[in-house]
């Protein structure tokens, strides 16, 4: 049935009625109303807008369902006014349509402007919808009858508060439906339960959900799919049903495992629910612990702390079994028409438990000392075969040899010894608190007792020997040599000191100066753990050696020359740069003289070689010249003589003047032969009557060196002069004085400075580079001692 309401507001009165020929009127048409889904035909007639006119008018109208969307949907017949409807309307889509309705004059203009609504009019064309079609969840067996379970949601298209989009839950069938578990759902689409779950009846539950709606008309419905998963909980008990192993241990053995415990379990397998836990009672000395197997579920009894067999052979233990889940019970008594049906359910119960029994068999126990660390006193420095302490110990055994000795396991520094049988403890060495052995006072070493059973056991003990000082160490400085800086005012360096004994035979510290110290060195503080000493102003530069007493607090003292070296720290960081630099040049001293020795020496036995011949001669020469021939014959031979090319040079080459090697092979006799008499006479007299050349293929080799005496000679000139050089400036650096060069603001009496002359050792290196194995042999006897160390 179509109907309609016509409201018309006249904005016009009958006072105004000549005013309205000249003035445009407007209509309001509150409401059409077109009920959604018409099956038509198409097109049918809503309605007709009749106005009341004295002449003749034309419609139009415009809006939603004319040339707006939904387009297409109404027209109006623009001489009539009669309103058609050309195809159906959703009311889901569009609930009102908004129009302009004109009427108009034959000469086009408007003369009434019309506001037309036209209301959708739901019916029941949309059921009940759920949110998702299928639903899946999982839970626990252990859920009692009235959870929760889950809520399912569905909605409507319908219009809001009608009988069109109202709607309510309701189950269609349960898969497999059990006589212990009835489900249910309420008005908000929570589903529960009532009874019991019992996964071994039913590991999952299918079940069908419908929402229909209450339409007038017709109902429309649609239902989703609930599926329920029930997981096994605990609610069979496990049983310990057998037991292997021998049940047997030994004393003093642990990780053991005497005994096997097999469980059966009704519920899932490797579930919380199967998963067997063992529990031990009786066990008071906590020597077992039983672990399940992860594979059979068997428990593993295994012993973790040593069994004593003399403390009993047998021990006696419970051993329950449990589940890692906890245990539930569910059983249905009464089902009720309405409301939750009755049912029994238990969370606790006892855990199944056997009692088994575990023999210890007997071993050979070690001997056991009364006291595993004891404690003694030794004085220091105390006389041999002083009595330190007495040990002692017991074998528990009750059915093997109890004959034992005492020997010493370990003593770091071999001081005592121990009686095999009594177990007294005697020095065998002077003990020495201050022995690397000692620490913190303490001397530590272990007693054994051994049994002769078979095999032989050891029992250990701990000796503490705390060893008393004694005063039996002087004081001693910390470092023998200091630096001290020039200075017009008096300077400081410390002189520390420490003492291996400890109080009070120790620090602080006596310090005490001696010899004749007045005016240049003094002590400032002199007592403490470090001393002041004070340089005065009169010390000059260069090394010094003072002697300082130091002293204990019970007066026992040590005397040291220190040695204290004076420098300018002004133009060095400290004094140390000038030892170093003074090492370095005096080391190339004497390998220069060195070499050039034994490069002389060389060159006088050749010279000696060939006007000798057979017979070997050394040359010597004293301070007035005159030459002693020591011959390896009876008497001195008349036809030996050193030829004169040894001191004669080639012409052909450059060298220095003759009167100038003279003077030079003069110095080097007098620094060579005066340097070194100590130990060159002796070598010279024991090379006089074991070495004599023999080696008829070394005389060759020096016949042909004959040639290059000369080049030698002059070789020889050059390195005594740097020689020369470099002890003077050895010289200098060891015992350096102040050299004024030129005073401040005096710059027309400058001196000039000395130019430094490094020695060039590559001619040498090379000239000793010819020397064959026969030199090496001489070197050897020549060197002198001190280069030998």
């Known amino acids: 049935m179509i109907c309609y309401f016509l409201l018309v507001y006249y904005l016009s009165s009958a006072a105004c009625s000549e005013l309205l020929s000249r003035h445009r009127r407007t209509w309001i048409i509150d409401s059409f109303t077109i009920e959604e889904g018409h099956p038509g035909p198409f097109p049918y007639e809503l309605g007709t807008i009749s106005i009341e006119r004295d002449h003749r008018v034309y419609f139009d109208l415009y809006g939603?369902?004319?040339?707006?969307?939904?387009?297409?949907?109404?027209?109006?017949?623009?001489?009539?006014?009669?309103?058609?409807?050309?195809?159906?309307?959703?009311?889901?889509?569009?609930?009102?349509?908004?129009?302009?309705?004109?009427?108009?004059?034959?000469?086009?203009?408007?003369?009434?402007?019309?506001?037309?609504?036209?209301?959708?009019?739901?019916?029941?064309?949309?059921?009940?919808?759920?949110?998702?079609d299928l639903y899946e969840i999982r839970i626990d067996e252990e859920n009692t009858q009235g959870s929760n379970l889950l809520t399912v949601v569905a909605y409507d298209r319908d219009e809001a508060g009608s009988p069109n989009s109202t709607f309510h839950y309701e189950i269609k069938s349960v898969s497999p439906n059990t006589p212990d578990t009835e489900f249910f759902i309420n008005e908000f689409g929570t589903i529960s339960f009532k009874g019991c779950l019992d996964h071994e009846v039913a590991e999952m539950f299918t079940i069908l959900v419908e929402a229909?709606?209450?339409?007038?008309?017709?109902?429309?419905?649609?239902?989703?799919?609930?599926?329920?998963?029930?997981?096994?909980?605990?609610?069979?008990?496990?049983?310990?049903?057998?037991?292997?192993?021998?049940?047997?241990?030994?004393?003093?053995?642990?990780?053991?495992?005497?005994?096997?415990?097999?469980?059966?379990?009704?519920?899932?397998?490797?579930?919380?629910?199967?998963?067997?836990?063992y529990t031990i009672q009786g066990d008071e000395g906590e020597h077992f612990k039983v672990e399940t197997d992860s594979d059979t579920n068997d428990g593993i009894l295994t012993v973790v702390k040593p069994l004593d067999f003399e403390e009993g052979v047998q021990r006696e233990l419970s051993i329950s079994v449990e589940n890692e889940a906890p245990y539930f019970f569910c059983k249905?008594?009464?089902?009720?028409?309405?409301?939750?049906?009755?049912?029994?359910?238990?969370?606790?119960?006892?855990?199944?438990?056997?009692?088994?029994?575990?023999?210890?068999?007997?071993?050979?126990?070690?001997?056991?000392?009364?006291?595993?660390?004891?404690?003694?006193?030794?004085?220091?420095?105390?006389?041999?075969?002083?009595?330190?302490?007495?040990?002692?110990?017991?074998?528990?055994?009750?059915?093997?040899?109890?004959?034992?000795?005492?020997?010493?396991?370990?003593?770091?520094?071999?001081?005592?010894?121990?009686d095999p049988h009594a177990g007294d403890i005697t020095t065998v060495k002077t003990p020495d608190r201050e022995s690397p052995h000692v620490v913190n006072g303490v001397y530590t070493i272990l007693l054994h007792a051994v049994d002769?059973?078979?095999?032989?056991?050891?029992?250990?003990?701990?000796?503490?020997?705390?060893?008393?000082?004694?005063?039996?160490?002087v004081p001693q400085p910390t470092v023998q040599h200091m630096d001290v800086c020039v200075s017009d005012s008096p300077t400081t360096t410390n002189i520390t000191a420490f003492d291996l004994d400890e109080n009070p035979f120790g620090g602080p510290f006596t310090f005490e100066l001696l010899g004749d110290v007045k005016g240049k060195w003094k002590l400032n503080p002199s007592y403490g753990y470090t001393a002041g000493l004070v340089k005065e102003p009169g010390v000059y530069a260069g090394p010094h050696t003072i002697n300082v007493k130091i002293s204990d607090l019970q007066g026992e003292y040590g005397v040291y020359n220190l040695s204290v070296t004076?420098?300018?720290?002004?133009?060095?960081?400290?004094?140390?740069?000038?030892?170093?630099a003074a090492t370095r040049a005096a080391s190339g001293a004497v390998g220069v003289v060195f070499a050039s020795l034994f490069l002389l020496l060389f060159l006088l036995l050749m010279a000696v070689t060939i006007s000798c011949k057979k017979h070997f001669t050394m040359v010597q020469t004293d301070s007035s010249g005159e030459t002693l021939l020591i011959s390896n014959t009876e008497k001195p031979g008349t036809d030996c003589k050193v030829p004169d090319g040894v001191l004669a040079v080639s012409p052909d080459k450059k060298h220095p003047d003759p009167s100038h090697w003279q003077t030079m092979h003069d110095g080097m006799q007098h620094t060579i032969f005066s340097n070194e008499t100590s130990w060159c006479s002796s070598m010279t007299s024991d090379f006089q009557h074991t070495h004599q050349?023999?080696?008829?293929?070394?005389?060759?080799?020096?016949?042909?060196?004959?040639?290059?005496?000369?080049?030698?000679?002059?070789?020889?000139?050059?390195?005594?002069?740097?020689?020369?050089?470099?002890?003077?400036?050895?010289?200098?650096?060891?015992?350096?004085?102040?050299?004024?060069y030129a005073e401040e603001g005096d710059s027309d009496h400058l001196s000039e400075l000395e130019s430094i002359t490094i020695p060039d050792v590559d001619s040498l290196q090379k000239t000793l580079e010819y020397l064959g194995p026969k030199f090496r042999q001489l070197a050897s006897i020549c060197r002198p001692p001190h280069i030998q160390n």
């Open 566 to 580: 004076v420098c300018d720290c002004s133009a060095m960081a400290n004094c140390r740069t000038r030892r170093e």
């Open 212 to 277: 229909k709606d209450h339409g007038e008309v017709v109902s429309l419905s649609s239902s989703t799919t609930v599926i329920i998963h029930v997981q096994d909980g605990n609610n069979h008990l496990p049983i310990i049903s057998g037991q292997t192993g021998t049940s047997r241990v030994k004393e003093d053995e642990t990780g053991s495992s005497p005994l096997r415990l097999q469980a059966t379990d009704k519920d899932t397998l490797n579930s919380p629910a199967w998963r067997a836990r």
């Open 64 to 132: 939603e369902g004319v040339d707006e969307d939904p387009k297409g949907v109404l027209s109006i017949d623009k001489e009539s006014g009669i309103l058609s409807i050309h195809r159906p309307v959703d009311y889901e889509e569009k609930k009102l349509l908004k129009l302009s309705f004109e009427a108009r004059k034959s000469d086009l203009s408007i003369e009434t402007k019309l506001g037309i609504e036209i209301s959708i009019l739901d019916i029941n064309d949309n059921p009940p919808r759920f949110q998702m």
């Open 332 to 418: 249905v008594k009464e089902r009720t028409s309405s409301g939750l049906w009755t049912v029994e359910t238990s969370k606790v119960d006892e855990p199944h438990t056997v009692k088994v029994i575990i023999t210890v068999e007997d071993i050979n126990d070690p001997p056991v000392f009364s006291v595993t660390v004891k404690e003694a006193m030794l004085e220091e420095n105390a006389p041999i075969g002083t009595w330190v302490e007495r040990v002692t110990a017991f074998d528990p055994d009750s059915s093997h040899a109890k004959d034992f000795v005492y020997t010493i396991g370990s003593d770091p520094a071999g001081w005592v010894a121990v």
């Open 693 to 740: 050349f023999e080696d008829m293929s070394t005389m060759n080799f020096l016949n042909k060196r004959n040639s290059t005496y000369a080049s030698d000679v002059t070789l020889l000139t050059l390195l005594h002069r740097r020689l020369s050089s470099l002890q003077e400036t050895e010289d200098e650096l060891l015992d350096y004085e102040p050299h004024l």
């Open 452 to 473: 002769n059973g078979n095999p032989p056991q050891t029992g250990t003990a701990t000796l503490q020997i705390h060893v008393t000082d004694q005063n039996d160490n």
